[in-house]
């Protein structure tokens, strides 16, 4: 079965930073554009960043440029999302995804095919 796994979530204080890792198995996310998502209580899920195969494109949500960071390693089947500077309203279970082509609009949800179970992060003092 194929399966994504998040991981590097955790508790931080404002201010600070995280790195997320998406990985895979059973398949290769070479061929695949990578999106980062993310979902707080009560709120809809929300594109942070997403990635093309090659990892030549890259798309931010507006909140979170200048302080997060897509970038992939197609050699360890890996696609990262660097986040500094965070602050409280990031606190969410942050997932990725996989989907078939990069656009203009891969930070919306709907046409991603797999999707990882997600991590916590947590931002408070």
């Known amino acids: 079965q194929l399966q994504l796994v998040e991981s590097g979530g955790g508790l931080v204080q404002p201010g600070g930073s995280l790195r997320l890792s998406c990985t895979a198995s059973?398949?290769?996310?070479?061929?695949?554009?990578i999106g980062w998502f993310r979902q707080a209580p009560g709120k809809d899920r929300e594109g942070v960043s997403c990635i093309s195969s090659s990892g030549g494109s890259t798309n931010y949500a507006d909140s979170m440029k200048g302080r997060f960071t897509i970038s992939r390693d197609n050699a360890k089947n890996t696609v990262y999302l660097q986040m500094n500077s965070l602050k409280p309203e990031d606190t969410a279970v942050y997932y990725c995804a996989v989907r078939v082509s990069y656009s203009s609009t891969c930070l919306r949800p709907n046409e991603y095919i797999y999707w990882g179970q997600g991590t916590q992060v947590t931002v408070s003092s």
């Open positions: 059973r398949f290769t996310l070479d061929y695949y554009a």
